[in-house]
């Protein structure tokens, strides 16, 4: 069984950094995508930032563009997502999606963001 976990979440002050890292375990799972979604206010999960296993090709949102980074540990089936400048805008839950090669998809069960001061 595939195990999806995030970590890293918590609360931050306006301009300050989190790192959130993502962990897949319990299979011998072909990944060929990974990256981390937020919840838009119309209930769907939107992209904010993913990265292609085979290429480490990267995907920001407009939002991430420039303030976010995703990196990747590939013995580890592990992903992160440094975020700096963080904002009150940022405040959300933020879940990691894994996209198996045999065309599966798995999310974590999220872990709050919170920024305020």
């Known amino acids: 069984q595939v195990q999806v976990v995030e970590s890293g979440g918590g609360s931050v002050q306006p301009g300050g950094s989190l790192t959130l890292a993502c962990a897949v375990s319990?299979?011998?799972?072909?990944?060929?995508?990974m990256g981390w979604y937020r919840q838009a206010p119309d209930g769907q999960r939107e992209l904010v930032a993913g990265i292609r296993m085979i290429d480490l090709w990267r995907k920001y949102s407009d939002s991430a563009e420039g303030r976010f980074t995703i990196s990747r540990d590939g013995a580890k089936n592990a992903i992160f997502l440094q975020m700096n400048s963080l904002s009150p805008e940022d405040t959300d839950v933020y879940y990691c999606?894994?996209?198996?090669?045999?065309?599966?998809?798995?999310w974590g069960q999220g872990t709050q963001v919170t920024v305020s001061s």
């Open positions: 319990g299979s011998r799972l072909s990944i060929a995508a």
């Open positions: 999606k894994v996209e198996a090669g045999v065309g599966t998809t798995h």
